[in-house]
């Protein structure tokens, strides 16, 4: 077993001390204030610096106002469908969009998807709206359909 034997204590023997090592000892250098807690202390502003970038930052072309031609943001915008009851009434093609309507209606009439029914007092009934689509089929056939939805945010 190596180590000090935990029985008896240990005893240091000081070294011999020379003339300067002894001018030394009989006159200590005044003190400091004791050191705070460096977490007690805030940090001097200087050590607080954030690095920035100076990468030159650009938006997305579709952020630049006049980067694309007004005809390619009718292309993305507008897909020929109706986006409201309103719009779809003042097309050309209002009567095959009103005929759409009328088969979703009787489709939600026959599948007993709701009923009418007088309102409680003080209740008000949720919103809905109409949703069109244009599918064409593999054999480019166009079939107008029209969904009456209700409006999810006020539910």
């Known amino acids: ?13 000081p070294a011999p001390v020379d003339e300067n090592q002894a001018a030394d000892l009989a006159n200590p250098p005044p ?5 705070e807690d460096p977490i007690d202390q805030p940090a001097p502003a200087e050590d607080h610096w954030v690095r920035r970038s100076t990468r030159v930052t650009q938006p ?9 031609s007004v005809a390619e943001f009718i292309l993305l915008s507008d897909c020929g469908e109706p986006q409201c009851y309103t719009e779809a009434m003042r097309r050309s093609d209002k009567g095959k969009w009103e005929k759409a309507m009328s088969s979703e209606m009787d489709s939600l009439i026959r599948n007993g998807t709701w009923e009418l ?3 409680p007092a003080g209740k008000h009934a949720l919103p809905c709206k109409w949703v069109y689509k244009i599918k064409v089929s593999p ?6 359909k029209a969904r009456l939805v209700a409006k999810g945010f006020k539910q």
């Open 31 to 35: 003190e400091e204030p004791p050191l």
């Open 1 to 13: 077993h190596q180590g000090p034997n935990p029985i008896q204590p240990r005893v240091e023997i």
């Open 139 to 144: 054999s480019a056939e166009h079939k107008y």
């Open 117 to 119: 029914t007088t309102l």
């Open 60 to 68: 997305p072309d579709r952020f630049i106002p006049g980067a694309h």
